[in-house]
């Protein structure tokens, strides 16, 4: 597995995690709950709870890491991956130029930050360290 192949693994995974929680942004509510904000489809009465957080800085936290934000996030990150594997392959076509190599190794940098976040994960290997 290459490094964009992982990237696209773990993408693959927080999305579906985050479609699971319905995709939907949270917010934070009184005494440190957090709920859906807006409430799921269909759903006549009260916003959707998530979670009851220990204090208010808890929840904020948790209500800013909401699925909707995830959603974008990866979404995000794809583009950049998509960007790294175009420039990859016009590069492959022999469309070398110093600055086109520069600018590959400058991508190819930034998806090692990308992976960072999962350096934990059994499959991230050591080289891909910025």
Known sequence: MDLVEFLRARLARDEQIARDCSGLAWKTGPSGTIHTDPRPPGDPGDAAYVAKAENGAYAEHIARHDPSRTLAQVAAVRQILDDYEKQAWILEQGHRTPETEAAQVIRENVLRRLALPYA??????????P
């Open 120 to 129: 934990s994960h059994p499959a991230y290997r050591d080289d891909w360290r």
